[in-house]
């Protein structure tokens, strides 16, 4: 066969097409009549945990509320002002009227819940003042267990928990994660854009490890590293985790 020939075969062939799995994390809000008072109650909220719904994905539910609910028109509106993403909708039907002129996503299906979710609270009584962007990543230290459907965030550096982290839990870090105890939740590092950080932890037990927006879930993890000391770290847009020591 001719070089041409072989050029125009090697054209003809499909090309091979590459697809992973990934895993994503979304948060389900489920709005309450009155509407007025429930979206007070989320500025409060939102005030008391800053960045909490920074590139959080959102599903909204709107089981909890009747199709002539007041203010239900606007409530997406409203939402998005706020910067929340919405990336599904439930609990509710197109053909209520003050959903015509709602955007849908595209339906979703499936999930697994995963428990209530805590917001991590401010200090105080009072809002946080607004304060400009720190000059370096600070390291937030928890001296206790993570328990089921706690979740924390810590976008301006590493996490370091002395304690376990239980089943249900949610860790997310702008830098590393340090876990000296069992992981058994789920560990989310790297957040937006530190494909060099890690999640380390003295027992490995994740249900879910995520560096950079590359996840792993429990299953894909080897046997034999469970509940050993490891470590878990990108490479080639890839999670591995691999033993400690």
Not at 149 to 154: L, R, W
Not at 222 to 228: A, R, V
Request: avoid cysteine; hydrophobic fraction near 45%; charged fraction near 20%.
């Amino acid at each position: 066969m001719t070089r041409a020939e072989t050029d125009l075969a090697a054209a003809a062939a499909p090309m091979r097409i590459r697809a992973r799995g990934r895993s994503f994390l979304a948060l389900v809000l489920s709005p309450e009549a009155p509407l007025a008072d429930w979206l007070l109650g989320l500025d409060n909220q939102i005030a008391r945990s800053v960045g909490f719904f920074a590139g959080r994905p959102v599903i909204l539910d709107l089981g909890l509320l009747a199709p002539e609910a007041e203010g239900l028109d606007s409530l997406q509106q409203a939402l998005e002002a706020r910067g929340i993403h919405m990336i599904g909708i439930e609990g509710a039907d197109r053909s209520w009227v003050q959903l015509e002129e709602w955007n849908w996503p595209a339906a979703l299906e499936g999930g697994r819940a995963s428990g209530a979710v805590e917001f991590p609270e401010a200090e105080g009584d009072t809002p946080p003042p607004v304060m400009a962007p720190t000059q370096r990543a600070e390291t937030l230290i928890i001296d206790r267990a993570i328990r089921s459907g706690q979740s924390i965030m810590h976008l301006d550096g590493d996490i370091v928990i002395i304690g376990s982290v239980a089943s249900g839990a949610e860790l997310i870090a702008g830098g590393s994660i340090h876990i000296y105890g069992a992981l058994r939740g789920r560990a989310i590092a790297g957040v937006g854009g530190q494909p060099g950080a890690r999640i380390f932890a003295s027992r490995m037990q994740a249900e879910l490890l995520a560096i950079d927006g590359f996840y792993m879930i429990a299953e894909e993890i080897s046997p034999d590293l469970h509940d050993q000391s490891a470590q878990a770290l990108l490479s080639e847009d890839r999670v591995t985790v691999t033993r400690l020591g």
